[in-house]
């Protein structure tokens, strides 16, 4: 005990000497959600519209109104000729034009079809394709709405409406893509930072040999590792605290479930996480290459096989079984659980037991090969 | 445990070790008595840390046995820890910690605390010439004082041997005779110890010296008689003559 406790201060006063390494494990994550969250949302909200009614009836401007009253699509200009409408779309003033043709609200009232043009800027692909999407989905509004209206008119009540899919969105009911994003971001980024930071403390200690002026003492392998570890426990916590502030504070992600539970699957996350630094940190001898090396094993299989952005269902089974041994995966189910549907421990407990294996299992070989004869 | 000052405290017995298809240290042999400076003598890669580091249980070995203080270095490492003070090769104190905190943190992992640890904190900054600059920051202290510092933080637990691993180099003359002053006044008390180094004039305060070239221990005996013994005037005339 008196010797773990000397290595926990050391630790502590190492740190509070170097605020620069201190900063980095904290403000670094922040930053990358900031920037991720961003660059990263799927959204695609306030698309830039010009309009050219030619039609300026009661009708035409429903429409409008109706196209306008959601935050998808921004009004930008109101034209009068296709031309004008063209050199908005090249100079990238507007992502799309919609032209009401004259003649629009007659062709209606007498049940004729009619065209609606859409010119839309496809450069980013992603914003156009849901661009049309929007108004596909206008399009089938206004039919139903003309179609009912013919029917009552016509003195038949419609008792069948046909399929009506009305899809409800539950857990993120805005289908905001950062709220999905967020958690998930949050997991990966405390990875890194746990496993680099964690191998990094160890390897630099080999790298100015004062690990051997350690090892010739009596202390145990897990005195010394406890010892390490937990100040990197209580970093990675503030780190955590921050990333969640930040993403209340620019996405609007709010935290459903129990504090409690968040904090329990985050210490969980952080034994496994801290297990493969230090297990990294044996395979190691310099602070470059165990930066480069928890780099890679802690974001590589994070982003591909942690469920981040591919679905594991989606994988070949083989690869299925390979995410069974990634961290981020159980943790980033986890606390997109409590975060998003407030999961409770029922809902979430094969996720904790994932990390428990995981931690005990890296944990047992970081201290194994702890070793003090080489 | 043994009290009988005729008996050896470090013994090795054709001790080697193998890296690789290189033999760093080849089945050498030698015997240390409680009291004695012993001076490990030989060129860059001769194979003295190496030797070294298998005593202090840093390293194995491939084969041969050792003893420390009466326990084999194989089977009971963890006997030899508590009873051994080790300076090793490179500076290798927290130069980001200050002289107070790092004579805290080697006096916590040899389990020191409370009363003891003061006392032996302040006899430790005595003896390193240390007073006054408890809160100065390692890194920024002189050459000479770190290696006092070192130096003391090796002894805290008070181990009745020492493995001192080129502890002069790259210190002045003066301060390298000072510091010889210091290991005589703790091989006085009563501490075994192991030194190595490359330089001839320091063997001569030696009990005892090993010449070692090549992983092989060349000779083993007092400076004085291997002078007499290969006609030489100098300690370095003898090694010439020895090592070819
Ligand atoms: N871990 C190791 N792996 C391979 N060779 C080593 C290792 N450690 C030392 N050596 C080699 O063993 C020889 C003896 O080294 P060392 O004991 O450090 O010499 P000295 O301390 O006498 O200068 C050197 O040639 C060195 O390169
Ligand atoms: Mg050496």
Redesign the pocket.
């Known amino acids: 005990m008196k010797r773990f406790f000397a290595i926990l201060k050391k630790e502590f006063r190492q740190i509070r000497r170097d605020p620069l390494s201190l900063g980095l494990l904290v403000f670094v994550p922040a930053m990358l959600l900031s920037l991720y969250g961003y660059a990263l949302s799927f959204d695609v909200k306030h698309i830039r519209i010009a309009v050219l009614d030619d039609d300026q009836t009661p009708e035409s401007r429903s429409l409008q109104d109706s196209l306008f009253q959601n935050p998808y699509f921004d009004r930008i200009a109101t034209i009068t000729s296709p031309r004008e409408g063209a050199g908005l779309l090249d100079h990238g003033r507007v992502r799309a034009v919609l032209a009401i043709p004259r003649g629009y609200a007659r062709s209606l009232a007498r049940g004729e079809a009619v065209n609606l043009q859409v010119l839309v800027d496809a450069s980013d692909a992603n914003t156009a394709t849901t661009t049309i999407g929007y108004f596909d989905a206008l399009s089938d509004r206004i039919n139903r709405r003309v179609r009912f209206a013919a029917l009552t008119h016509a003195g038949v009540t419609p008792a069948l409406q046909g399929v009506v899919l009305e899809p409800r969105i539950w857990f993120n009911p805005e289908l905001s893509s950062a709220k999905f994003l967020v958690p998930g971001l949050i997991g990966l980024l405390l990875m890194l930072s746990a496993v680099v930071a964690t191998s990094l403390s160890i390897v630099r200690e080999k790298e100015r040999e004062t690990m051997e002026q350690i090892m010739v003492s009596p202390i145990r392998p897990r005195e010394l590792i406890l010892g390490k570890l937990l100040p990197y426990v209580l970093i990675c916590l503030v780190t955590m605290s921050m990333v969640l502030l930040l993403g209340y504070f620019l996405f609007g992600v709010t935290i459903r479930g129990s504090f409690l539970l968040l904090g329990l699957t985050t210490l969980l996350f952080l034994f496994a996480a801290l297990g493969m630094g230090v297990l990294i940190s044996t395979v190691t001898r310099t602070q470059q290459m165990a930066f480069q090396v928890a780099v890679l094993a802690s974001m590589l299989p994070a982003i591909i096989l942690s469920g981040f952005i591919f679905p594991i269902q989606n994988m070949p089974v083989a690869i299925q079984g390979i995410t069974y041994l990634i961290i981020p995966r159980y943790f980033v189910e986890a606390i997109r659980g409590i975060i998003l549907k407030n999961a409770s421990f029922i809902d979430i407990w094969p996720q904790l037991l994932g990390l428990l294996i995981l931690g005990l299992l890296f944990n047992l070989l970081a201290t194994g090969r702890t070793r003090k004869t080489a | 445990m043994s009290r009988d000052p005729s008996e050896p405290v470090i013994e090795t017995r054709d001790l080697s070790k193998v890296?690789g298809r290189?033999t760093?240290v080849d089945r050498v042999s030698f015997s240390i008595r409680r009291g004695e400076i012993f001076g490990f003598l030989?060129p860059?890669?001769?194979?003295?840390?190496?030797t070294i580091r298998m005593l202090c249980g840093l390293l194995s070995s491939s084969s041969g046995t050792a003893q420390v203080n009466g326990h084999d270095i194989n089977r009971e490492p963890e006997l030899i820890r508590e009873a051994i003070g080790y300076m090793s090769q490179k500076f290798s104190l927290y130069r980001d910690l200050t002289v107070a905190e790092n004579i805290a943190f080697f006096g916590g992992i040899y389990g020191l605390q409370g009363a003891r640890l003061r006392d032996r904190t302040a006899t430790v900054m005595t003896l390193a010439g240390l007073t006054g600059q408890e809160n100065h920051l390692t890194g920024t202290l002189s050459g000479a004082l770190q290696q006092r510092l070192a130096l003391g933080c090796a002894i805290l637990h008070e181990p009745p041997i020492l493995f001192l691993d080129e502890p002069t180099s790259g210190v002045d003359p003066v301060s390298r005779r000072e510091f010889w002053d210091l290991i005589r006044g703790l091989s006085a008390r009563g501490i075994t110890i192991l030194v190595?180094t490359h330089f001839m004039d320091e063997a001569e305060f030696c009990d005892r010296l090993g010449f070692i070239n090549a992983g092989r221990l060349i000779a083993l005996d007092t400076p004085a008689r291997i002078k007499t013994t290969t006609g030489s005037a100098t300690l370095e005339a003898a090694f010439i003559k020895l090592a070819t």
């Open positions: 890296f290189f760093a030989g860059n890669g001769a194979g003295k840390s190496t190595t």
